[in-house]
């Protein structure tokens, strides 16, 4: 089987929206998406400088919007192979991409849950200074300890040696002076920690707005952040996306039962990267391929073209 993975926030990059709409229907579509999200997303996704496009509440619709944009794109160019796409996952607000691709969401409706719920998180972020950051290496119990000692908390357990910690400036800050033995510490572009208790208000806030969002059975496998289960009941889905603001994402769960389904590739959703780089680390030896363009469609590499 082929799965479908969908970044989260993070792996925006200033223009990568330009090679994506230089087809006029796709730019049409991409001016839908803006009405639907309230935002200008053809203006951030070629214009917008990086400082503009690391705020939440543009952040989160600019990468749904590019996840549906090249999941349409990829089942227009390429019918066969998105045929045979079998399930999906998405990380943090990848999940909402992975609610479209699954069929739990129209496009409307994703762009309408991811305005609010970016609007509700930047809200979150605004209101105490908080980060976050990627430990890489060492091990797990180690790193889980000395955020334990610096009130950090893991946002993120990525796979392949990966977690994210999120927390206060002054905390993150002494994580990196001092990291846990056998780790390095990157620090992240995003304006928040993330799926920690400073989301705890987005949350309670979401829940209250649960109602406006239909939602339908999926028709994919869908893998949840949660624990890496699979969801076959979109309410569900919608439910467990409203508590996952203020858990963490447990993208290794998702990549083990993945393995454990048999996936034979691994396709990323633009603005590709992040994901495929997880799974070379956390699935070894299993294909993917990173739709960073529409050439990237166009030209497939071998495993996805029917000679695996």
Same mark, same amino acid.
């Not at 998406?33 to 939440?56: C, F, N, Q, V």
């Not at 239909?214 to 569900?236: C, F, I, K």
């Not at 590709?272 to 699935?283: E, H």
């Given at each position: ?164 910690? +999120?927390?206060?400036? =002054?905390? /993150?800050? @002494?994580?990196? %002076?001092?990291?846990?033995?056998? &780790?390095?510490?990157? #620090? *992240? ?63 290794? +769960?998702?990549?083990? =039962?993945? /393995?454990? @389904?048999?996936? %034979?590739?691994?396709?990323?959703? &633009?603005?590709?990267? #992040? *994901? ?33």
């Amino acid at each position: 089987m082929f799965v479908v993975t969908c970044p989260g926030q993070g792996s925006q990059k200033p223009g990568f929206l330009a090679p994506w709409i230089e087809d006029p229907a796709r730019r049409a579509e991409l001016e839908r998406m803006s009405d639907a999200a309230g935002i200008d997303l053809i203006l951030h996704g070629t214009e917008s400088d990086e400082a503009t496009i690391k705020d939440t509440a543009i952040a989160q619709p600019l990468i749904v919007a590019a996840g549906i944009l090249s999941w349409n794109a990829l089942r227009e160019a390429q019918p066969e192979l998105a045929a045979e796409v079998s399930g999906v996952a998405g990380h943090s607000v990848g999940e909402v991409t992975a609610a479209y691709v699954a069929g739990v969401f129209d496009a409307d409706t994703a762009l309408r849950f991811v305005r609010l719920r970016s609007t509700l998180m930047a809200e979150d972020a605004s209101s105490t200074p908080s980060g976050m950051a990627a430990v890489l290496g060492g091990s797990e119990e180690l790193v889980t300890a000395r955020l334990n000692e610096l009130g950090l908390e893991p946002a993120n357990f990525n796979g392949g040696g990966q977690i994210v910690a +999120a927390g206060g400036p =002054s905390s /993150l800050e @002494a994580l990196a %002076a001092e990291p846990p033995q056998g &780790s390095r510490v990157i #620090a *992240l572009k995003v304006a928040g920690a993330f799926h920690t208790k400073y989301m705890a208000h987005a949350r309670e806030q979401f829940s209250l707005h649960r109602a406006e969002f239909a939602a339908s059975d999926p028709q994919l496998a869908l893998w949840a952040n949660e624990d890496g289960s699979v969801y076959d009941n979109g309410d569900a889905f919608v439910a467990e996306m409203v508590r996952q603001l203020a858990q963490p994402v447990r993208w290794d +769960a998702c990549m083990a =039962s993945m /393995l454990d @389904a048999g996936v %034979a590739g691994l396709i990323e959703l &633009s603005p590709a990267g #992040a *994901l495929t780089g997880l799974a070379k680390r956390g699935m070894k030896g299993i294909p993917s391929l990173a739709l960073t363009s529409f050439e990237a469609i166009s030209t497939l590499p071998e495993g996805f073209r029917g000679d695996r």
